[in-house]
């Protein structure tokens, strides 16, 4: 019996009777992370690594009926074995390890492989079939050093700053800002953030990751002198909004690992792409996967065909699963007054 099996609802393991990261309401949900494609409102019950519970709780509401586990802690649900273990993504993200009768699967979630100092870091798990996702899954996606990003966001920061102009990044509200605010150098210029960014920030500073200071964005008059200096980040779905009129003359930017593709960035009609994601590259999901040993894999949302084909190739029992996950956070981030 297949410990992991696709429903209408979501992903199910039968034996234990509990979904994964379901994308319509059941009774009992296990959640890898709090991004809105992964964790719905509307479950009876959650159950989450302790790391996200306050990321949980800010995006689905403080009532909700929570249950956690420490990374590595066990829970023994109708015989089935249920441990969470480190993904690398965001803050609290874990693939989920579910044990049963001698069998293991894994179900990843989203990670990365890259450590970025914002959340736990990818540990890979043991396991006969792992579920992997593959939302970069091309050999050309392939991420630059983060290092190497972060100077170039500086760079592209003090330039405009030396130019009079506010620089205005965009970038998903959750994960990616935070990531982003980790690796800048704050001696450049004030930090300023939409009303999207600044309740996650709360959640990071509170699970012990060191920010630099953040000012509301909304908080400055139009064509503040302070604005021309300053580096703002905001979700994707701020760009062209009544909301930016405030920053006059900027220059603007997107980070996302779509920014590998020049038509995206075309696409966006901003002035730079930075390459940063939170997902595996191509090298990455190829070497997350063997590292698991598993010789069953199974792929979701992203180039499903293409890791199958490739997998299939060198041996592994590889096969699509069909779900409901896709960019995690898109225009659906809340905005702030204008």
Same mark, same amino acid.
């Given at each position: 019996?297949?410990?992991?099996?696709?429903?209408?609802?979501?992903?199910?393991? %039968?034996?234990?009777?509990?979904?994964?990261?379901?994308?319509?309401?059941?009774?009992?949900?296990?959640?890898? #992370?709090?991004?809105?494609? #992964?964790?719905?409102?509307?479950?009876? #019950?959650?159950? +989450?690594?302790?790391?996200?519970? =306050?990321?949980?709780?800010?995006?689905?509401?403080?009532?909700?009926?929570?249950?956690?586990?420490?990374?590595?802690?066990?829970?023994? *649900? *109708?015989?089935?074995?249920?441990?969470? @273990?480190?993904?690398? *993504?965001?803050?609290?993200?874990?693939?989920?390890?579910?044990?049963?009768?001698?069998?293991?699967?894994?179900?990843?979630?989203?990670?990365?492989?890259?450590?970025?100092?914002?959340?736990?870091?990818?540990?890979?798990?043991?396991?006969?079939?792992?579920?992997?996702?593959?939302?970069?899954?091309?050999?050309?996606?392939?991420?630059?050093?983060?290092?190497?990003?972060?100077?170039?966001?500086?760079? !592209?920061?003090?330039?405009?700053?030396?130019?009079?102009?506010?620089?205005?990044?965009?970038?998903?509200?959750?994960?990616?800002?935070?990531?982003?605010? #980790?690796?800048?150098?704050?001696?450049?210029?004030?930090?300023?953030? @939409? =009303?999207?960014?600044?309740?996650?920030?709360?959640?990071?500073?509170?699970?012990?990751?060191?920010? %630099?200071?953040?000012?509301?964005?909304?908080?400055?008059?139009?064509?503040?002198?302070?604005?021309?200096?300053?580096?703002?980040?905001?979700?994707?779905?701020?760009?062209?909004?009544? !909301?930016?009129?405030?920053?006059?003359?900027?220059?603007?930017?997107?980070?996302?690992? !779509?920014?590998?593709?020049?038509?995206?960035?075309?696409?966006? =009609?901003?002035?730079? =792409?930075?390459?940063?994601?939170? @997902?595996?590259?191509?090298?990455?999901?190829? !070497?997350?996967?063997?590292? +698991?040993?598993?010789?069953?894999?199974?792929? +979701? @949302?992203?180039?499903?065909?293409?890791?199958?084909?490739?997998?299939?190739?060198?041996?592994?029992?590889?096969?699509?699963?069909?779900?409901?996950?896709?960019?995690?956070?898109? +225009?659906?981030?809340?905005?702030?007054?204008?």
């Amino acid at each position: 019996m297949d410990l992991v099996i696709a429903r209408p609802e979501g992903l199910y393991c %039968p034996p234990g009777d509990f979904y994964i990261d379901p994308w319509r309401p059941v009774e009992r949900a296990v959640i890898t #992370h709090g991004h809105g494609d #992964h964790a719905r409102t509307g479950n009876a #019950h959650y159950l +989450t690594a302790a790391p996200g519970a =306050g990321v949980l709780r800010s995006r689905l509401g403080q009532d909700i009926d929570l249950q956690t586990l420490a990374y590595g802690e066990r829970l023994v *649900h *109708h015989g089935v074995t249920l441990s969470f @273990h480190p993904a690398g *993504h965001v803050l609290g993200s874990a693939q989920v390890r579910l044990e049963y009768q001698g069998e293991v699967w894994v179900a990843s979630g989203d990670y990365k492989v890259e450590p970025d100092g914002t959340c736990a870091p990818f540990e890979p798990v043991r396991c006969h079939t792992f579920i992997t996702e593959s939302t970069f899954g091309l050999p050309i996606y392939r991420w630059p050093p983060q290092a190497t990003i972060f100077s170039e966001i500086n760079a !592209w920061w003090r330039a405009n700053r030396e130019l009079g102009k506010a620089s205005v990044l965009f970038c998903y509200a959750f994960g990616k800002a935070q990531r982003i605010l #980790h690796g800048l150098d704050p001696s450049i210029g004030p930090i300023l953030v @939409h =009303g999207a960014v600044e309740p996650l920030n709360r959640v990071y500073r509170e699970a012990g990751v060191a920010l %630099p200071d953040t000012h509301y964005a909304g908080d400055f008059a139009r064509n503040d002198p302070l604005l021309r200096q300053a580096l703002v980040l905001a979700p994707p779905s701020a760009g062209g909004s009544s !909301w930016m009129k405030r920053f006059g003359d900027y220059s603007d930017a997107f980070a996302s690992g !779509w920014m590998r593709l020049r038509g995206t960035r075309r696409r966006r =009609g901003v002035d730079r =792409g930075f390459v940063l994601s939170d @997902h595996a590259d191509w090298p990455g999901l190829l !070497w997350a996967i063997e590292q +698991t040993g598993a010789q069953r894999v199974m792929v +979701t @949302h992203g180039s499903v065909n293409v890791l199958v084909r490739y997998l299939s190739e060198r041996g592994l029992d590889a096969r699509a699963f069909v779900t409901e996950y896709g960019d995690e956070d898109d +225009t659906r981030e809340p905005q702030a007054p204008a």
